[in-house]
Each structure stands twice: as structure tokens, then as C-alpha cells.
């Protein structure tokens, strides 16, 4: 099986930056990926590692270590369009469906 | 720009009823998926298709079932709709291992 650990809530202040963990446990492994969820919105793609490192895109930036079946995603010069709720998701083969973990609710305050 | 829509954004329902969840993808995409979402569960797998008329249950699929008779629309159904079935449901949809396009979300409730 599958299962993925993210904290629950995280609080931070605009124009900061914050990093949401990602642990995963699964039979094997094709990436990570991150997803963002704005209230009453559609789940939309942040950004995928399949390789070790860390992949940048703008203000978003997203870490993985296969070694430690641990992953972050990085938000940098926090902004109050940021508040929404990012799920972390690993599949275990290329085809196979996503796993997602139970999200973490960003709340960003002024 | 790409655009997977499902038909009704709120449903009411009464328990037994049957119920159609439509969604209708634009992309040619091959794969769809049908996932529910509760608040402090995260989106769990309900059924997914990888071709026409292919099915495979996901990890909830009980009082469920789908249909795929076309490429582009993946229909969810509730045979006998239980209040236990009150959620929000996505369908997604992606090209091989590709990322995912959801939808906007079916919010039923079950009295």
C-alpha cells in the first residue's frame, strides 16, 4: 500500500517563507507531486520530482529524497493568494493513479 | 485551454435515490479518475479509467460504480445513494503519467 504524512495546518506571514513536509511509504515509487486547492476551487499542479533535488518554479520550489521518502514544498515571499490548502501525491509505476496525502491547510497572514 | 467539466456543481439527493455524476474532458486525455474529498481524509480514489470502456475500482469503491462508453466523458453512479455518500467528488483526467486536470467538484449532499 501506500500512505503520505503531511502536517494538517501551518500558519505563516505574508512575505515569508514557509516548507510543508511530505514523508511517503510505498511499494515503489515513480515521483512526488505537489497540488494547490484553493477554497471551493479545483485541485491545479504545482510541480513533479521524480529525481533527487530540488525543482524550481518561481516563488515555488519543491524538494525530494528518494533515500528518505521525504519531500517538501517551499513557498518563498509568501502572498495572502498563497492561503489554500497543498496535497502532496506519489504513484508507484508511471500509469498507475495518484495517492494523495490529507493536505495542509497555509493560512497567510498579514 | 484544457477543461475538465462535471455537469452539476450541487446535487440533493434523498437516500435510495439514483445518481449520475456526468464529467465530460476536452483533451483527449486516456486516463480519468474519479476521486472524493472530506475534509481531513484529503482525496481518496474511487474508480479510474485508463481507455474506453475499461474500469478499475480504486480504493473506495463500494456503492459505487462508472461508466466510459466514449473517450471523453467518465460517469460516476451511486445506485442507492446513502447518506454516508454526502461529499465533494472530482474527476480528473491526464494523459498517460502526466500530471492531473480536475474538475471543479460535485458537491452532493445526501439527506
Known amino acids: 500500500g501506500q500512505s503520505l504524512e503531511q502536517p494538517s495546518e501551518v500558519t505563516a506571514v505574508e512575505g515569508a517563507i514557509v516548507q510543508i513536509n511530505c514523508t511517503y511509504q510505498?511499494?515503489?515509487?515513480?515521483?512526488l507531486s505537489w497540488y494547490q486547492q484553493h477554497d471551493g476551487g479545483a485541485p491545479t499542479f504545482l510541480s513533479y520530482?521524480?529525481?533527487?533535488g530540488l525543482e524550481e518554479t518561481g516563488r515555488f520550489s519543491s524538494f525530494l529524497s528518494r533515500s528518505d521518502s521525504y519531500g517538501y514544498l517551499l513557498l518563498q515571499e509568501l502572498q495572502m493568494k498563497d492561503s489554500a490548502s497543498y496535497f502532496c501525491a506519489v504513484r508507484s509505476s508511471g500509469n498507475t493513479p495518484l495517492v494523495f496525502g490529507k493536505g495542509t491547510r497555509l493560512s497567510v497572514i498579514a | 485551454d484544457v477543461k475538465v467539466t462535471q455537469s452539476s456543481r450541487y446535487l440533493v439527493k434523498r437516500t435510495g435515490e439514483k445518481v449520475f455524476l456526468e464529467c465530460v474532458q476536452d483533451?483527449?486525455?486516456?486516463?480519468m479518475f474519479w476521486y472524493r474529498q472530506d475534509p481531513g481524509l484529503g482525496l481518496r480514489l474511487i474508480y479510474f479509467?485508463?481507455?474506453?470502456?475499461?474500469?478499475e475500482k480504486g480504493d473506495i469503491p463500494e456503492g459505487y460504480s462508472v461508466s466510459r462508453e466514449k473517450k471523453e466523458r467518465f460517469s460516476l453512479i451511486l445506485e442507492s445513494a446513502s447518506t454516508n455518500q454526502t461529499s465533494m467528488y472530482l474527476c480528473?483526467?491526464?494523459?498517460?503519467?502526466?500530471?492531473?486536470?480536475f474538475g471543479e467538484g460535485s458537491r452532493l449532499t445526501v439527506l
Open positions: 510505498t511499494s515503489g515509487f515513480y515521483g
Open positions: 480528473a483526467s491526464r494523459q498517460q503519467a502526466g500530471e492531473l486536470f
Open positions: 520530482n521524480a529525481l533527487d
Open positions: 483533451m483527449d486525455h486516456e486516463n
Open positions: 479509467s485508463y481507455d474506453v470502456k475499461m474500469k
